[in-house]
T-cell receptor
Framework: AQTVTQSQPEMSVQEAETVTLSCTYDTSESNYYLFWYKQPPSRQMILVIRQEAYKQQNATENRFSVNFQKAAKSFSLKISDSQLGDTAMYFCALSDAGNMLTFGGGTRLMVKP | SAVISQKPSRDICQRGTSLTIQCQVDSQVTMMFWYRQQPGQSLTLIATANQGSEATYESGFVIDKFPISRPNLTFSTLTVSNMSPEDSSIYLC????????????FGPGTRLTVL
């Protein structure tokens, strides 16, 4: 069985600063994908960034980057230059090749002006 | 990204009734899933909607309570049957496009309140 754990239920950051959200996971699969989703109050789930397990290079999407530590089964999300629009729930998720997603419990991020 | 629509976007229903939620995608997809998000909680997979055959349900979810149809590659329905207040949740469909197993996109969700 796959598990995903987010140990930070809530976090806050000042606008323009950097914040890191933590995620650890467990899976017996050798090929899998990791994701960070953002869910603003509108409830739409938005894919922020994804990482393929066999790729050693950390994924980057503009202000969002990950620190993927495969041996430690860790997948943290770094948000640089935080903006007010980054305020949302963030979910870490794991899947194996197009199958179901297993989600972590979520981290509520508040960006303060 | 795939364009996914869900109907209705929200509904308020009486205990004991049933509601059918529709999910429509603008392109053919390989996998379609239905998730439930209870208030303040994370997402939990209900089932995988299989085209032309019975859905595959996760532990704790049964076909009598959550019947699912997927008549073609772009459309699926989820019915919440004999509703109780505990069924009040957001229900989301998600899809995986052909050839893109590294992406899973979500519909806007259906907010259900059961009185």
């Amino acid at each position: 069985a796959q598990t995903v754990t987010q140990s930070q239920p809530e976090m806050s950051v000042q606008e323009a600063e950097t914040v890191t959200l933590s995620c650890t996971y467990d899976t017996s699969e050798s090929n899998y994908y990791l994701f960070w989703y953002k869910q603003p109050p509108s409830r739409q789930m938005i894919l922020v960034i994804r990482q393929e397990a066999y790729k050693q290079q950390n994924a980057t999407e503009n202000r969002f980057s990950v620190n993927f530590q495969k041996a430690a089964k860790s997948f943290s999300l770094k948000i640089s230059d935080s903006q007010l629009g980054d305020t949302a729930m963030y979910f870490c998720a794991l899947s194996d090749a197009g199958n179901m997603l297993t989600f972590g419990g979520g981290t509520r991020l508040m960006v303060k002006p | 990204s795939a364009v996914i629509s869900q109907k209705p976007s929200r509904d308020i229903c009486q205990r004991g009734t049933s509601l059918t939620i529709q999910c429509q995608v603008d392109s053919q997809v390989t996998m379609m899933f239905w998730y439930r998000q209870q208030p303040g909680q994370s997402l939990t997979l209900i089932a995988t909607a299989n085209q032309g055959s019975e859905a595959t349900y996760e532990s704790g979810f049964v076909i009598d309570k959550f019947p699912i149809s997927r008549p073609n590659l772009t459309f699926s329905t989820l019915t919440v049957s004999n509703m109780s207040p505990e069924d009040s949740s957001i229900y989301l469909c998600s899809v995986v496009r052909r050839g893109r197993v590294d992406e899973q996109f979500f519909g806007p969700g259906t907010r259900l309140t059961v009185l």
